[in-house]
């Protein structure tokens, strides 16, 4: 059962994990990663929300890959947060969505370039779930607030703010972490984003490029200045990922950086 005091960790003391790979691929993939993580998190006492999209709705290119099929992937997902006893994210990309996923899914998440649609958000506040808004990378983090106050004021304070980075020339992202702390100033969980933010979006070939090697860098950077909750797109292989492929860290490499954020967040308590 997935409450606010869970994503708070006031229970266990830690962050808490938003990991999954950027789509569903096919059917066993969700389930194999969900479950390495599952036991990588519970070795270490960190809650665990799997994240998975069930489409890709926002892709450069028209031949790139969005999904194997709305209902497939949902009902993917599904099996994966009942099977493995854990809360599941997907995001959604229309009012219409929003009331279709909150049948398989515990958590909504509003994709950053659709963070200030009222009518997406009212939608997803009104199915009784959480609503995870990703910060526009067009945005200030004080100018989420009206995006909190859209979903509080359509009934539901279940709300979490993710930032994911801020739009730094045409091809490159930064992140300020100022934004962490204003954003939590809004009485929500707030996430980094350390997959997203180190996005090379609008390259000229047209499939977003990505800096790897910094996750570690952004993940430490946000427990130590207090995040709530990280977000890690990960994957077995990356460079066969079928999305987002190039900002992604690979799966044999998480058991040890969250180690390593478990102790930097321990050291700052």
């Keep these: 059962m997935l409450n606010l005091e869970r994503l708070t960790h006031s229970s266990s003391g830690h962050f808490f994990l938003i990991a999954g790979p950027c789509v569903v691929e096919n059917k066993t993939m969700p389930m194999e990663i969900a479950k390495t993580i599952k036991d990588l998190c519970e070795s270490l006492n960190i809650p665990y929300i799997f994240k998975a999209s069930y489409k890709k709705a926002n892709r450069s290119r028209i031949d790139s890959f969005t999904g194997i099929g709305d209902i497939k992937g949902l009902e993917i997902i599904r099996k994966v947060g009942n099977e493995l006893g854990i809360p599941v994210l997907t995001d959604v990309h229309t009012a219409l969505e929003a009331e279709r996923a909150a049948e398989y899914v515990d958590i909504l998440q509003i ?149 390593k954020l478990v102790k930097i967040h321990d050291a700052i308590q």
């Design 111 to 259: 994709p950053a370039f659709l963070c200030r649609q009222t009518d997406i958000l009212v939608a997803a506040a009104k199915t009784g779930k959480y609503v995870n808004i990703k910060k526009g990378q067009f945005l200030s983090p004080d100018a989420m607030r009206f995006a909190v106050d859209k979903v509080r004021a359509s009934g539901n304070d279940k709300i979490i703010l993710t930032e994911r980075g801020t739009t730094f020339g045409y091809q490159d992202l930064i992140v300020d972490f100022r934004g962490l702390p204003v954003m939590q100033q809004m009485e929500v969980p707030v996430v980094l984003d350390c997959t997203h933010s180190l996005q090379q979006p609008n390259q000229a070939h047209g499939i977003t490029g990505g800096q790897p090697l910094l996750i570690e860098t952004i993940a430490r950077a946000g427990i130590a200045v207090g995040a709530d909750g990280l977000f890690i797109e990960t994957h077995p292989e990356p460079e066969k990922a079928l999305s987002d492929g190039a900002n992604m860290l690979p799966l044999d490499q998480l058991g040890k950086l969250l180690e």
